[in-house]
């Protein structure tokens, strides 16, 4: 079991429609998390062990940077 865990907010650029079913996985110097699906409401639990700068990739797309853990918001 993972030490940490982050929330990731997907969203379209449309206004803000949720997406749903994405996969999302979060990167560290150290590698890569397991990746983790958002849900009906666009978010996503992410566990890590790793701390600091991670950069957010959603269906292999990298769509932003943010201190974990933490939560940060990323548009489609």
């Known amino acids: 079991m993972s030490k940490y865990h982050s929330k990731i907010y997907v969203e379209y650029r449309n206004g803000g429609t949720k997406a749903e ?14 990746p983790a699906f958002t849900d009906r409401y666009g978010v996503a639990i992410v566990e890590h062990d790793a ?3 991670a950069t957010v990739y959603v269906s292999g797309s990298r769509l932003g940077e943010f201190q974990a853990p933490g939560e940060t918001v990323v548009f489609l």
């Open 51 to 53: 701390v600091g700068r």
């Open 21 to 34: 079913g994405k996969k999302v996985v979060l990167g560290f110097n150290v590698g890569m998390t397991k």
